[in-house]
């Protein structure tokens, strides 16, 4: 990210507690989601940079982050960390990592970053626990499913009751047939261009996840098709992308 905006980006790495938001803590978690929509000719030199910023992260055993990194197929890099708060977002907690590095080196790094891309994009999604679907706990990053298929439905704010309703009878209806299929509901949050809903399904591989859904598919039958054609006619925009998990960039201390 620019240097300018370090202070946006130092947000979403933010290390908190899965606390309460707007009084929803079982409810809801929100996150702070910063993009990089990186140039193609420029991919091998921004995970080169990746790759030292964590390194870095690694050898100062930094306390204050904890983080995720996701990359999608339209070259779009997502950096994720939960927030607990608004007034979270002025916390400058690179200030040890600066110490550590030394305010040259750091600086350096980032420029470097800088030329990889001219489009960066800050926003928040909310992790909403009750529409989404994994009867074993819910994790964003399932052990040995890395790909990812994040799927995209737009609708208008007026209708945000019926899509919520309709959201809960597919949970009801996985929840009831026994469903293997496991997703996370995310809900667009401040920084967002209209309302959505985001779904986030893990698999082994694209190969794998083709085989799910056909799965997924036949155990739920033609009830499936009318409660998702219901969630369908909803919608104003539907769009859906494939990524991976990227766990070399990733920091924690956890």
Known sequence: ???????????????????????????????????????????AEYEAV????????????????????TNTNDNRYLWVGPIDNM????????????????????EALFERMNKCYDIEHDYILNLDRELSYMPGGITQTPEGQNYRKFHYFN??????????????????????????MEYRVYRSGFGNRGEYLMVAI??????D?????ESNNELLGEEWLETYNAFL??????????????????????
């Open 1 to 43: 990210m620019k240097i300018q905006k370090l202070t946006l980006f130092i947000t979403l790495l933010l290390v908190l507690p899965i606390g309460a938001i707007h009084g929803q803590s079982e409810k809801s978690q929100a996150f702070w989601v910063h993009e990089d929509v990186v140039k193609p000719s420029m991919i």
């Open 50 to 69: 990746c790759s030292e910023f964590t390194a870095n992260l690694k050898k100062h055993n930094i306390p204050e982050m904890d983080f995720i990194v």
């Open 87 to 106: 007034a979270q977002l002025d916390k400058p907690i690179f200030t040890t990592l600066v110490e550590k590095m030394g305010e040259q080196a750091f």
């Open 155 to 180: 609708y208008a704010p007026a209708d945000v009751d019926k899509v919520r309703a309709q959201s809960k009878a597919i949970k009801e209806l996985f929840e009831r047939k026994g469903s293997k």
């Open 202 to 207: 893990a698999a082994e591989s694209a190969k």
């Open 209 to 213: 996840y083709a085989s799910e859904i």
């Open 233 to 254: 006619g909803m919608m104003i925009k539907v769009e859906s992308v494939e990524g991976r998990m990227r766990p070399e960039f990733a920091y924690s201390q956890k």
